[in-house]
T-cell receptor, first 111, second 117 residues
Framework: EAGVVQSPRYKIIEKKQPVAFWCNPI?????LYWYLQNLGQGPELLIR????????DSQLPKDRFSAERLKGVDSTLKIQPAELGDSAVYLC?????????FGPGTRLLVL | AQSVAQPEDQVNVAEGNPLTVKCTYS??????LFWYVQYPNRGLQFLLK??????LVKGSYGFEAEFNKSQTSFHLKKPSALVSDSALYFC???????????????FGRGTSLIVHP
């Protein structure tokens, strides 16, 4: 069974540029999460989806970050414009009943 | 509110020796507890979880964890460490039935395990 798929794996952009990350969850998992992970830290939730609905997005900086999960399957996280402080790893995870399974992450470097 | 603490930033152990990575938690009700491992440039990989039942939980790669309700701990253990176990380990906790709270697990800061040959 395929795990959580994310792309791209690495992205280097200049500040003020837009960037987008894509995630395809494990088949049948209704819940999808986007996390931010800074170096030496644990994951911090940005947004959680139950099917198409964003149910936890209080930690998402809505002035520059947006996310969508239009058909309740794959999801896109966008940053526009990117800032230097956005350099981090962006992790996607999905879950069925309880356990979260993570993708490999996208490492973003903003110059 | 729920929280988790991993009191050690780094644990060093010799190959072949037993290892323990510590985790303590706080939840309002009963917990779901998880351990994940992260290798360099990889996402978090699920190792094991405690939901209910036997306090000793066995997981992947020979790891196990012991749930101790009185000490609110869920330490990760392995009888004989391998060099390949060297990685970052994360403990996470979630309230089983949060009242007005979140179903999102809270993660610790992580513990770097270094196994020396």
């Amino acid at each position: 069974e395929a795990g959580v798929v994310q792309s791209p794996r690495y992205k280097i952009i200049e500040k003020k540029q837009p960037v987008a990350f894509w995630c395809n969850p494990i088949s049948g998992h209704n819940t999808l999460y986007w996390y931010l992970q800074n170096l030496g830290q644990g994951p911090e939730l940005l947004i959680r989806y139950e099917n198409e609905e964003a149910v936890d997005d209080s930690q998402l900086p809505k002035d520059r970050f947006s996310a969508e999960r239009l058909k309740g399957v794959d999801s896109t996280l966008k940053i526009q414009p990117a800032e230097l402080g956005d350099s981090a790893v962006y992790l996607c995870a999905s879950s069925g009943e309880v356990t979260q399974y993570f993708g490999p992450g996208t490492r973003l470097l903003v110059l | 509110a729920q929280s988790v603490a991993q009191p050690e930033d780094q644990v060093n152990v010799a190959e072949g020796n037993p290892l323990t990575v510590k985790c303590t938690y706080s939840v309002s009700g009963n917990p779901y507890l998880f351990w994940y491992v992260q290798y360099p440039n990889r996402g978090l990989q699920f190792l094991l979880k405690y939901i209910t039942g036997d306090n000793l939980v066995k997981g992947s790669y020979g790891f196990e964890a012991e749930f101790n309700k009185s000490q609110t701990s869920f330490h990760l253990k392995k009888p004989s460490a391998l060099v390949s176990d060297s990685a970052l380990y994360f403990c996470a906790v979630r309230d089983i039935a949060p009242r007005g709270g979140s179903y999102i697990p809270t993660f610790g800061r992580g513990t770097s395990l270094i196994v020396h040959p």
